[in-house]
């Protein structure tokens, strides 16, 4: 609970997170995976490669090339959604492919694609985010050299008050929103945008909810690759 | 005698402080050595390293790999050994001498779709993984099946000096043979490759358990 004590209309307060739950490696035929449910968000994301890169004028001598696709099932909005890509959904894809890029060592794969599917099955704001938190988890999944795990989490202003991690109706009625990502071990921001208006003191304490928010969100993605890998043995010694 | 720490780690993770030196999956920041990848990390003396547990295949000079033919052009081969990069055969490494591809074919050699045993020549990272066929067990094998097993397990399914890999042997008269890429060739009599394989799917699936050289002498009996 906030120190104010102020309850927003989904009965959050101002810097509660939505319930998370991530799951890694639940596609077999990918080479690495995870699911996350944010709130009503569900979104899958798939990991292919390293793999040989097509087209071949796409790849690079010295480092790895990244493709990211964030795509929209039809049935994930409350109205149906056309299929095919939107300029939205390429923006999106492009975002998430630069906030990944930093965390992984692009030298160690000269020569080759790495392959980033991100599906959203249902969406209720802030998927972004989601989906690469999901594309984090998926990748160490997939076995990829990275220099920390990617975690991401939004801020912004609804009601005149600063809160943690906007959902749809916040973000439509609200006056800002503003997703970050960083790499949290390393202490080093991968994305960051802001859509609306924050005054100097709002943006510093929307800034530090929303890295505190990362923190949280990096512990379960933790969680998620230990469960999996180590059946939940922290960190312990052998 | 030198001390061995052995922790957990998943990309990010600081595996020691101080004055080491990271020497497999792990880098340098600010003092601090930090963990690449999800594995065992292992300190030794002022070495760190970490062991992966997934990933795919990356070709190290003088691994023997299991590879299918997947391609030919004029000079070389190309063959699949389940990595990231292709292994390169080159003509003239085939024949002994200097190829000419106006007198030699490829093709009356291998074809696509061939299993090769072969040694990784050189290799670094500007240049796909050369290929050798020069020496004892290696070059192109026949009548078998191949299998796959997760990079990280070859190690448990050779076992302690080999026990693992006899005890296979020793009950199903199958010949064994095991990249360090994580391709298998085995050749034998039907019934027992299909017992092989559901063999190596237990071990890589309970590779932690300590009595898997009991459980697999039973299934194999």
Known sequence: ?238 | MSTIERKYVIPGDTIIEGDYRPLINAIKRNNRVISTRIGMAEIVRKDVRVIPLNGTYYPRLDDTVIGIVADSNAFVWEVDINSVFFGILQGSAVLGRTFSASRDSLASHFKTGDCLIAKIASFDRTRDPLLSIYGPGLGKVSNGEICKISMAQVPRLIGKKGSMIKLIEENTKCKLNIGQNGVIFINGAKESIVKIKKVINIIEKQAYLPDLNDKVNDLLK
Request: charged letters at 25%; proline letters at 3%.
């Open chain 1, 1 to 238: 609970m906030s120190k104010n004590n102020y309850i927003r209309t989904n009965g959050r307060a101002a810097d509660e997170l939505r319930k998370v739950s991530i799951k890694a490696g639940i596609i077999k035929n990918a080479d690495g995976s995870a699911i996350i449910e944010f709130g009503k968000n569900k979104i899958i994301a798939a990991v292919f490669g390293p793999k040989e890169v097509h087209p071949k004028h796409m790849m690079r001598n010295d480092q790895a090339i990244i493709k990211c696709r964030y795509h929209m099932m039809p049935f994930s909005t409350d109205t149906r959604k056309n299929p095919s890509l939107s300029r939205r959904e390429i923006e999106i894809s492009k975002v998430i492919r630069e906030a990944i890029q930093p965390a992984i060592i692009m030298e160690d794969y000269p020569r080759t694609a790495i392959e980033v599917y991100i599906e959203i099955l249902q969406s209720d704001g802030g998927s972004r985010c989601a989906a690469i938190n999901a594309a984090s988890v998926a990748l160490a999944d997939a076995g990829i050299n990275m220099r920390d795990l990617i975690t991401a989490c939004a801020a912004g202003k609804a009601d005149g008050k600063i809160i943690l991690d906007v959902d749809d109706v916040e973000d439509k009625t609200g006056e800002a929103d503003m997703p970050l990502s960083i790499l949290p071990n390393l202490g080093t921001i991968t994305l960051f945008q802001l859509d609306g208006c924050l005054s100097e003191e709002e943006f510093k304490q929307a800034l530090e909810m929303a890295t505190n928010g990362c923190k949280k969100l990096y512990e379960l993605q933790r969680n998620a690759l230990m469960n999996k890998y180590f059946n939940n043995n922290k960190n312990k010694g052998v």
